[in-house]
């Protein structure tokens, strides 16, 4: 099934470990994103991509580092992990705005835990 | 930066009412979408609508972006329909800014 698959779904970590989330997309898109949502908020994005090779931050992208060496993989990176960084977060795809099959799709979530 | 208030904050209605769910946003935008998000999480793209009207079976949505708004209109409503509604505007390179949201709850 097309679409955005991210791993893990659950994940516990002490403070101080890193970590990687993975995200992959098999719809060609050329937008890629990470979000973090913490409860009765909406989402904040962490990072995007245009396109392989151009990341760019968002509006909370301390202690996270991403790369895009490849259209359909963008993984979030965790350098060293602290309970604020406790939340949810998505992933999710779309082709650029004002093409036929403009919209955005996203992941099921990676549901993090830092103790 | 782009502000995106909702309103109301929650919801609760009985099966087969309707209901009005609004989003303000503090600039002019060309891009405005509705998302759902289910009980388990997972977030559904439900609307594209920079402008006009747009119907999908029970639901539809109309931004009057000269007045920084939009609605998300829920007919007939089912316990499928709960969960959380969220507006997102375009904060330029496609970056989407996100409301609060809308925490519906409907009951049998």
């Known amino acids: 099934n097309a679409g955005v698959t991210q791993t893990p779904k659950f994940q516990v970590l002490k403070t101080g470990q890193s970590m990687t989330l993975q995200c992959a997309q098999d719809m060609n898109h050329e937008y890629m994103s990470w979000y973090r949502q913490d409860p009765g908020m909406g989402l904040r994005l962490i990072h995007y991509?245009?396109?392989?090779?151009?990341?760019d931050q968002g509006e909370v992208p301390n202690g996270y580092n991403v790369s895009r060496s490849t259209t359909e993989d963008f993984p979030l990176r965790l350098l060293s992990a602290a309970p604020s960084q406790t939340s949810v977060y998505f992933c999710?795809?779309?082709?650029?705005?004002?093409?036929?099959?403009?919209?955005?799709?996203f992941g099921s979530g990676t549901r993090l835990t830092v103790v | 930066g782009i502000q995106v208030e909702q309103s109301p904050p929650d919801l609760i209605l009985q099966e087969g009412a309707n209901s009005t769910l609004r989003c303000n946003f503090s600039?002019?935008?060309?891009?405005l979408q509705w998302f759902h998000q289910n009980p388990w999480g997972q977030l559904i793209n439900l609307f594209y609508i920079p402008s006009g009207t747009k119907q999908n079976g029970r639901l539809s949505a109309t931004t009057v972006a000269t007045e920084r708004y939009s609605l998300l209109y829920i007919s007939s409503s089912q316990t499928t329909d709960s969960g959380v509604y969220f507006c997102?505007?375009?904060?330029?390179?496609?970056?989407?800014?996100f409301g609060t949201g809308t925490r519906l709850l409907v009951s049998p």
């Open positions: 997102a505007v375009d904060g330029g390179f496609q970056k989407l800014v």
């Open positions: 999710a795809s779309s082709s650029p705005r004002g093409t036929s099959n403009y919209g955005y799709t």
């Open positions: 991509s245009v396109g392989a090779g151009i990341t």
């Open positions: 600039d002019s935008v060309n891009n």
